[in-house]
């Protein structure tokens, strides 16, 4: 599945960003969604995931109570509700997709399909 990430841009501590990612190729239903971040000189981290159904969510334990991920199957797009923003949560945003285990919703080598990214800059 193709993916492309949109909806990056600058914000003031305290605001709020919602990022979109864009499927095509396959149908989005089919698979568990998930979103990662890279700050400069840093790895990749884990946010958020999404099961394919949206039953089940995951958050990275700095982004619970004020990130939401969210999916429509039926207009192949998957979302990042980014409220309360801080400094910390500057990075680059990329979506990725696969079908998962529990065990492995978290690491980002279980994921086979990722997005280009969009960046996201958090200003003091």
């Known amino acids: 599945v193709q993916l492309q990430a949109s909806g990056g841009g600058l914000v003031q501590a305290g605001g709020s960003l919602r990022l979109s990612c864009a499927a095509s190729?396959?149908?989005?239903?089919?698979?568990?969604m998930g979103w990662f971040r890279q700050a400069p000189g840093k790895e990749r981290e884990f946010v958020a995931a999404i099961r394919w159904s949206g039953g089940s969510t995951y958050y990275e334990d700095s982004v619970k109570g004020r990130f939401t991920i969210s999916r429509d199957n039926a207009k192949n797009m998957l979302y990042l509700q980014m409220n309360s923003l801080k400094p910390e949560d500057t990075a680059v945003y990329y979506c990725a997709a696969g079908n998962l285990i529990t065990s492995t919703i978290r690491r980002r080598d279980a994921y086979n399909d990722w997005g280009q990214g969009t960046l996201v800059t958090v200003s003091s």
């Open positions: 190729g396959r149908t989005l239903s089919r698979y568990d």
